[in-house]
C-alpha cells in the first residue's frame, strides 16, 4: 500500500473532522446499530473518499460514522468491503490504512460469521484467537511501501493478547457468555459445503465467514492492535441439515444486538 495513497483519503477526511480517532470500529453484516449510539456524530459516506470503493451488500450503510462514544474519540466502519465484490485485497485494507494514519490505535472487528465448532450455538459471541487464510489472496501482495510497514509483518499474534483479556474479563463482569476460538475466511459469495464445512472443522477452524482477515493483516502491518469478535449467526452446511441464506444472518444478529452492544461498549470505555 502506498503512503501517497493512503495520504489523499486520510486529508479528504482530517477536512471533515476536528479531532484525532483513538478506536476503531468495523461493524459487520447487522451489526451496524452500535453506530446510532455515538455522539456528535460526523458521518462520511464511502462513496466520498477519494480511492475508497463503495460497499454493496444488504445490511450495510456504507459509511464511515466518527464521534465520541463511552469517552472515547472513535471510528466506526458501518459495513465494509468483501473479496466477492469484485475488489482488489488491496482496496480492502485501505480503510485500515486510513484508520492508523488518522490516529487508531486499536481496532475492533467483527462479523457475522458460520459456526462450524459443534459446540457452538447461533447467537453465541466468539473471540478470535487465531485465523486461517483460505481466500488465497493477501492485501500486502505488490510493491510494499516502507513507510507504511515492514515487507514481512509477523502475524504470530495477529489478534492481541492484551485486548483478548480485557474482552474475556468484560465479558465475565457483565455475566456475558462467550466463546473463543479460530475465524476461517472462504471468499464466498456463496456458502459452503458440508464438506468444506468438514474440511475446515478438520483443519481447525471453529467459525467461517467471508471477510475480516485482509482488514486484520493490514492491520498488524501497520501496528494497530486488533480484537475480533464474530457472532454466530448460524450453523454452518451441513449441522443443522436445513438451507442458509443471509436473511438469517441478520435476524440472529438483530437478536443478539443488544448483548453483542453492551459488551463492545464496555471493552471500549475499559481500552487505555
Known sequence: MNFDYISESVNFIKNKINFKPEVGIILGSGLGNLAEQ???????????????????????????????????????MQGRFHYYEGYDMRNLSLPVYIMKYLGVENLIVTNAAGGVNTEFYPGDLMLIKDHINFAFSNPLIGKNDELVGPRFPDMSTAYSRQLIALAKKTASRLN???VEGTYFMMTGPSYETPAEIKMI????????????????????????????????????????????????VIETSLKVKDKFILLVSNIIESIG
Do not use: W
Not at 470503493?53 to 445490511?59: D, F, L, M, R
Not at 501497520?222 to 480484537?227: E, I
Open 38 to 76: 455515538v455522539e456528535n456524530k460526523v458521518i462520511i459516506k464511502y462513496s466520498e473518499v477519494p480511492n475508497l470503493p463503495t460497499s454493496t451488500v444488504k445490511g450495510h450503510a456504507g459509511q464511515f460514522v466518527f464521534g465520541k462514544f463511552k469517552g472515547k474519540n472513535i471510528m466506526m
Open 176 to 178: 456475558i457468555k462467550i
Open 201 to 248: 472443522r478438520h483443519l481447525g477452524g471453529d467459525a467461517v465467514g467471508m471477510s475480516t482477515v485482509p482488514e486484520v493483516i493490514a492491520a498488524r502491518h501497520c501496528g494497530l492492535q486488533v480484537l475480533g469478535i464474530s457472532c454466530i449467526t448460524n450453523m454452518a452446511a451441513g449441522i443443522l441439515d436445513k438451507p442458509l441464506n443471509h436473511e438469517e
